[in-house]
């Protein structure tokens, strides 16, 4: 039910619900973490390799956060954002809204947390805080998209390149 409304309303309505029923995500994230387990491979491991591999200047932003598992494993500078606070660590908002200034990161981060109705606001905003040059990861589910072609060209007509799918 509580994915059903993460996919079916838009960011801002999703900061609302939580803000309303802080429990709610908590239930929510329990959830997903006992599903990701059951996974042959979870791919925050991926990223958090990938972020290992490249230099610890760079700075990252992981948008839906959750628990903040890059944060905790990688030496980054990491912004975590998220709707409700599961760590310490993680600045409550909007994901189309993001307290960051333009071109201030060099790699976003999407993993498992392109939710919503408004993902063009969302990922508008994930190239806005982007450094020119910068990478953006997104890691998803394919039963995500009814169409993955059609992402990835969306994603083209936003300004972003595909290095590797």
Request: glycine share 4%; charged share 20%.
């Amino acid at each position: 039910y509580i994915n059903q409304q993460l996919y079916t309303s838009s960011s801002r309505e999703a900061a609302r619900l939580f803000q309303s029923d802080p429990e709610a995500f908590h239930i929510y994230h329990r959830g997903f973490s006992q599903q990701v387990g059951r996974w042959p491979e979870n791919p925050v491991h991926r990223i958090i390799r990938y972020l290992r591999r490249r230099p610890a200047s760079l700075v990252v932003a992981d948008f839906g956060c959750g628990d903040c598992k890059i944060a905790s494993s990688v030496r980054n500078k990491v912004h975590c954002f998220d709707l409700v606070p599961l760590s310490p660590l993680v600045t409550v908002c909007d994901m189309a809204e993001v307290p960051l200034a333009a071109e201030s990161v060099d790699i976003a981060v999407f993993c498992l947390a392109l939710m919503g109705t408004n993902l063009q606001e969302i990922l508008e905003e994930a190239n806005r805080v982007l450094k020119p040059g910068g990478t953006l990861m997104v890691a998803e589910v394919a039963s995500r998209f009814e169409d993955i072609r059609a992402f990835m060209n969306a994603m083209a007509q936003l300004g972003f390149k595909s290095i590797s799918k």
